[in-house]
């Protein structure tokens, strides 16, 4: 599967962005989704992934409650909505795709990845 993320942008903190990501390729639905950050010197690391139905979400910690994860399988894409938006949520955001059937929520468990979207947040 081949994934394109766009979205991002410079945005004041407590400001939203809606990320999202298209995909190619191979049935869309058949794969878990999830989007992952990094930000400079630091690893990537996992923010939300949402099951292959859309019906089951999980989120890291430091972004639950502001993030929301969703898919549209008609459309073969993936969005992240970002709320109340925080200097530290600052990084490069990806989109990434699992043939897991159950929700994935480390990097190393996504095998297919997007080029990436940059989210900047000023203070």
């Known amino acids: 599967v081949q994934l394109q993320a766009s979205g991002g942008g410079l945005v004041q903190a407590g400001g939203s962005l809606r990320l999202s990501c298209a995909a190619s390729?191979?049935?869309?639905?058949?794969?878990?989704m999830g989007w992952l950050r990094q930000a400079p010197g630091k690893e990537r690391e996992f923010v939300a992934t949402?099951?292959?139905?859309?019906?089951?979400?999980y989120y890291a910690d430091s972004v639950k409650g502001r993030f929301t994860i969703s898919r549209d399988n008609a459309k073969n894409t993936v969005y992240l909505q970002m709320n109340s938006l925080k200097p530290q949520d600052t990084a490069v955001y990806y989109c990434?795709?699992?043939?897991?059937?159950?929700?994935?929520?480390?990097?190393?468990?996504?095998?297919?990845w997007g080029q990436g979207t940059q989210v900047t947040v000023s203070s």
């Open positions: 990434a795709a699992s043939e897991s059937r159950v929700p994935v929520t480390t990097a190393r468990g996504f095998r297919s």
């Open positions: 949402i099951s292959r139905s859309g019906g089951i979400t």
């Open positions: 390729g191979r049935t869309f639905a058949s794969y878990v």
